[in-house]
């Protein structure tokens, strides 16, 4: 999972760290050049006191008269040492990166925002030596992903905090996961201690009504359903109101996928709306189909509306494209990962873990 993606960024890594490398001293003994060389090639030495360091100051070195006061200056004052890296010497790492997250799928937005935070966060700002280049170029290149991977979802709190019945209803297009990620949410929520019904609320047809059942049998859960073609508001007000009797917790509710325009999607939904007032609408879409999964979670948030996400199938997805940018491009927070077709396969998604995962390892 995100190996190949984490490969791209462990070469990322390298070519920032060597540009990076080229502008700043060595240490004080090995350092090479006199001060208005090092301030030429973009860094110097200098007192955290002075303020910002412009790199405009790199055209002052022509001024004969003043080069040896400002040098005497620099080399009086300084107690910390620091490096700036011009924007030049990120041009070419910065650009190998752009390549390596758009060659993983991860959505133009997304790509852009992570190398405008890199750069913005390496390029003429003050450095102190004491930390490894290394450090530097992880921290940036962390706080970059993390700013694109949002916060993730604490179902478990919002659940625990939430009236009961919570009613979860669960959309997408058909065939990407979403009757089994019901089945996977119902296994994570029933091993926390929460009692759960299912809503068979995909009516569409009669093999969606046989599948979930046959989870809810598996997992010793309650299932509502209703015939064939029969109205999902009515089979998931039905599931409320049983949740409602018997003091269960949760109420997950499935939805078919298929439907001829955006148009009949919206009004269904509207419809189920209305009757169950759902507390979390999440769409469910596949890693595999990349950028187009992001694309259409884009869509979907902004046309129908949604609470959040579940990206399934990401352990059949080697790029992990869809995974980094789902959440920024649709602006909604990424609940679970799917990463297999067992009970067990649903993993919350966590950005940090995300992240030190994918820079995990020597640069
Ligand atoms: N490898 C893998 N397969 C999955 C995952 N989630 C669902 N599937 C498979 O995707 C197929 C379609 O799933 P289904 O739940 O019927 O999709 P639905 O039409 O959206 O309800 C099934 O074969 C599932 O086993 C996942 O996270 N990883
Ligand atoms: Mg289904």
């Known amino acids: 999972m995100l190996e190949g993606l984490k490969k791209k960024i462990f070469s990322v890594r390298r070519s920032l760290e060597e540009s990076v490398t080229e502008v700043s001293p060595k240490d004080d003994s090995g350092r090479t050049g006199s001060v208005s060389s090092q301030i030429q090639e973009g860094c110097v030495e200098r007192d955290e006191t002075q303020g910002p360091l412009d790199l405009s100051l790199t055209e002052r070195q022509g001024d004969q008269k003043q ?21 030049k010497n990120l041009d070419e790492p910065l650009f190998e990166l752009e390549m390596s997250l758009l060659e993983s799928d991860v959505a133009l937005v ?23 280049i290394d450090d530097i170029i992880t921290k940036s290149l962390s706080d970059a992903l993390l700013s694109v991977l949002g916060e993730g979802f604490d179902l478990i709190s919002y659940i625990r905090n939430h009236p009961r019945p919570v009613r979860i209803l669960f959309t997408g297009v058909n065939g990407t ?12 929520l029933t091993k ?3 009692s759960v019904v299912l809503g068979a609320g995909d009516t569409f047809r009669a093999g969606a009504i046989e599948q979930i059942d046959v989870h809810g049998k598996r997992l010793g859960l309650k299932v ?18 049983y949740a409602k009797a018997h003091g269960i917790d949760i109420v997950l509710g499935d939805t078919a996928g298929r439907f001829h325009n955006k148009a009949n999607l919206m009004n ?10 759902p507390d979390l609408v999440l769409y469910v879409d596949e890693a595999v189909a990349g950028n187009d999964a992001v694309v259409r979670a884009q869509d979907f ?12 199938k990401v352990d059949m997805d080697p790029k992990g494209g869809a995974a980094i940018s789902i959440a920024y491009a ?26 030190n995962e994918l820079l995990s390892g020597d640069a």
Do not use: C, N, W
């Not at 400002?70 to 890296?85: A, H, N, P």
């Not at 269904?268 to 007032?277: D, G, M, P, T, Y």
């Not at 990424?334 to 995300?354: E, K, M, R, T």
């Open 224 to 241: 509502i359903a209703h015939q064939e073609g029969s109205d999902p508001s009515a089979v998931l007000f039905d599931t409320v109101a």
């Open 330 to 355: 649709a602006k909604k927070p990424l609940f679970f990962i799917g990463i297999g077709q067992g009970y067990d396969d649903i993993v919350a998604f966590d950005p940090v873990s995300v992240v």
């Open 301 to 312: 948030a902004d046309t129908v509306g949604m609470d959040g996400i579940i990206l399934t």
């Open 192 to 194: 926390q201690g929460f």
């Open 177 to 188: 996961g979403k009757t089994t990620t019901i089945a996977k949410v119902a296994q994570f």
């Open 268 to 277: 269904q939904l509207a419809k189920i709306k209305r009757v169950i007032e």
């Open 110 to 132: 997304a790509t852009d925002a992570i190398i405008d935070h890199v750069r913005k966060d390496l390029v003429g700002s003050k450095r102190k030596i004491g930390r490894s």
């Open 67 to 87: 080069e040896p006061s400002f040098i005497r200056k620099v080399s009086t004052l300084v107690r910390e040492r620091e490096f700036i890296v011009s924007s």
